[in-house]
Nanobody, 122 residues
Framework: VQLQASGGGLVQAGGSPRLSCAVSKRTFSMYRMGWFRRAPGKEREFVAAITWSGGDTYYGDSAKGRFTIARDNAKNTVYMQMNSLKPEDTAVYYC????????????????WGQGTLVTVSS
C-alpha cells in the first residue's frame, strides 16, 4: 500500500489549501484514514480521521471548526480542506491508513505517506 500526499506549499495566513492523499490499494475503502502533522520541534499531532464509509469524522483540537476531512472511495483518495490557516499550522502533514479503531493513535495506522509541507506565512 502506498500513500501519496500532495497539496502543501507556502500559504498566507487565512488561506484555504486542500490536501489530498492518493492510496494505491484497491481495498482503500476498508481502511480508516487519518491526517497527522509534525511541526518543527514538536511531537506528531493528530489532526483528523475518517471511517471507511465516511460516516464518522474525528478532529484534533487544532482542527475543529477549521479543517474538514472527506474521502472518495471510488478515487482511493482522502482530502483535507484547511481553512483560516495560522502560522502555527506550519508543519509536515502526513496521511495514514489502517484498520484500527483508535483513530487518534498513530500506532493504529499501518501505512504512512511521505508527508507534504505546509508553510503558513503571517
Amino acid at each position: 500500500v502506498q500513500l501519496q500526499a500532495s497539496g502543501g506549499g507556502l500559504v498566507q495566513a487565512g488561506g484555504s489549501p486542500r490536501l489530498s492523499c492518493a492510496v494505491s490499494k484497491r481495498t482503500f475503502s476498508m481502511y480508516r484514514m487519518g491526517w497527522f502533522r509534525r511541526a518543527p520541534g514538536k511531537e506528531r499531532e493528530f489532526v483528523a480521521a475518517i471511517t471507511w464509509s465516511g460516516g464518522d469524522t474525528y478532529y484534533g483540537d487544532s482542527a475543529k471548526g477549521r479543517f474538514t476531512i472527506a474521502r472518495d472511495n471510488a478515487k482511493n483518495t482522502v482530502y483535507m480542506q484547511m481553512n483560516s490557516l495560522k502560522p502555527e499550522d506550519t508543519a509536515v502533514y502526513y496521511c495514514a491508513a489502517g484498520p484500527g479503531v483508535r483513530v487518534r493513535e498513530p500506532n493504529e495506522y499501518d501505512y504512512w505517506g511521505q508527508g507534504t509541507l505546509v508553510t503558513v506565512s503571517s
